[in-house]
């Protein structure tokens, strides 16, 4: 378990788990834990057996948006200061949806503000049933601005009016309805929920894996489209002709499992 004030790192195995760590502060978001999840997940990129980063929070909530102490003190800070500080959860954010492994995040009772922005930037959401989420900002005065961008990658434009507009708190059951959230677990349940997944996932070859959410995240943007064939044949060539590839295709025709043992 590595060594911060504000998160938690744990590796194990091809799985890395980061932990928000502000539990008397329902893990509200502010500059020196952003710093410290920017660390973090540096430290697990660089670890070349993980395939999967999961999120998670602990004390009794996932996160309960930005801290309103950093907010209300950013009236009497530089203004390019505060900016700044606000960049970086924007980077933080971006890194998380571009980041090369799979990231999952498991959220439970309080999800507010700025960590919405947390589990709409993962791959993955797990809420437990009893978890409630709010876009709660208008009510102090101000917009989710920062982590707007990343919501709606799986909210739609229409459910974010409603949703932001009010600030009303939604529980984990709509939250999956309009694609907030992917998997919903019992009470306590999150972990194994995120456990499971993994478990399936990492039955797969890794190098597909990580392929394919690079090509999602092309298509998403745009990058890659219709008129994109010689690059997804080259991306699909390349793979094919990659020992991962050869032997996953030797052992469909075997009728076996692949092995896995040397491929990262």
Known sequence: MSEYHHVKLRISGNRADIFLNRPGKHNALHPAMIEELHDALRVAEQEKDVLFVVF??????????????????????????????????AELLRRIT???????????????GGGNGLLAACDF????????FAFSEVKIGIIPATIMP????????????????SGARFLAGEAHLIGLVDFIAARDGRMEVADKLIGELGLVSPNALKACKQLILQVDSGEVGL?????????????????????????????????RTSQK
């Open 227 to 259: 008129h994109s064939g010689p690059y997804t044949a080259s991306v699909l060539a390349k793979l094919i002709r990659s020992e991962e590839g050869q032997e996953g295709l030797r052992a469909f025709l075997e009728k076996r499992n692949p092995d």
């Open 125 to 132: 959401t797990i809420a437990e049933e009893t978890a409630s």
């Open 98 to 112: 571009f980041y090369p492994k799979i990231t999952v995040a498991a959220v439970h009772h309080h999800v507010l």
């Open 150 to 165: 990343f919501v709606a990658k799986r909210v739609t434009i229409r459910d974010m009016r409603k949703l932001m507009f």
């Open 56 to 89: 998670s929070g602990e004390g009794p909530s996932f996160c309960a948006g930005a801290d309103v102490d950093w907010l209300a003190g950013s009236a009497v800070r530089d203004e390019a200061r505060v900016m700044q500080e606000y960049e970086r959860l």
